[in-house]
């Protein structure tokens, strides 16, 4: 597949946007070593832009990002693509309103999955952010379909855009590649509340007419317009 320069250009700013983006990851302690990935599709194209595989965070540069088709194969760069490339590719296939893919292990988010536990609405900021529990999606092997297959499917009966991979670990998703780094924060955040706030009790439910309300006013009225 050759690019045109119009669509390479779009790709350069895609590459320094991404990378810069991996830098959240690390700057909010969400990733160790180089487990943990960003992506963003190429507007108006079959194409994504993703972080190389088992390259280390500090010499992650615009140019070291690599861009696959929405198959995983290498369209542009020098390095092999994230080994979690199948499974971001899968989500923008099947979602064609995702912009934006996140995967870590972050700790505490991870914690949910292990044990494969729904994080409770039990706080305004998951009914805002996330609509409603945060969902558990099946256990799956990487190296095919699975993975991608789980996200997709548990996302779709959900508001919320992050979903606890059981066994494995949150991805996330968003209408671009920050708006997913935002969920993939934010879910750590609420785990981690949710987690120190079960140590002293039960956490409380709040009811579904208020999650529906905080959900719908966050993403329609909050914030600059
Ligand atoms: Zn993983």
């Known amino acids: 597949m050759v690019l045109t320069t119009a669509i390479l250009d779009t790709v350069d700013e895609l590459r320094q946007t ?13 990733v160790i070593w180089t487990a943990g990935n960003v992506s963003a599709r190429v507007p108006g194209q079959d ?17 070291t990002m690599v861009v696959t088709d929405l198959f995983g194969n ?7 693509p994230s080994s979690d490339t199948a499974a971001h590719a899968y989500v923008y296939r099947h979602m064609p309103e995702v912009g934006g893919v996140v995967h870590t292990h972050s ?7 292990a044990r494969g536990e729904p994080i409770p609405c039990v706080l305004t900021m ?15 092997i990487i ?19 992050a979903v606890l991979m059981q066994n494995h670990g949150p991805f996330s998703v968003g209408k671009d590649a920050r708006s997913a780094v935002k969920a993939a924060v934010m879910v750590e955040d609420v ?13 409380l439910a709040i009811s579904q007419q208020d999650i529906d309300q905080l959900h719908q006013r966050y993403q329609n009225v909050y914030g600059q317009h």
Not at 47 to 63: F, T, W
């Open 18 to 30: 991404v990378a810069a983006l991996h830098g959240e990851l690390t700057r909010n302690e969400l």
């Open 74 to 80: 290498l369209v542009h760069g020098e390095l092999a």
């Open 191 to 203: 785990a981690r509340t949710v987690h120190i706030a079960r140590q002293l009790g039960a956490p």
């Open 143 to 161: 190296g095919d379909d699975s993975i991608g297959r789980g996200i997709v499917e548990t996302l779709r009966g959900s508001r919320s855009p």
């Open 47 to 63: 194409l994504m832009v993703i972080k190389p595989s088992g390259v280390s965070y500090d010499n992650l540069a615009g140019e």
């Open 107 to 113: 700790t505490y988010a991870t914690a949910w999955a």
């Open 126 to 140: 998951i009914a805002d952010e996330f609509g409603g529990d945060i969902p558990v999606g099946p256990f799956a």
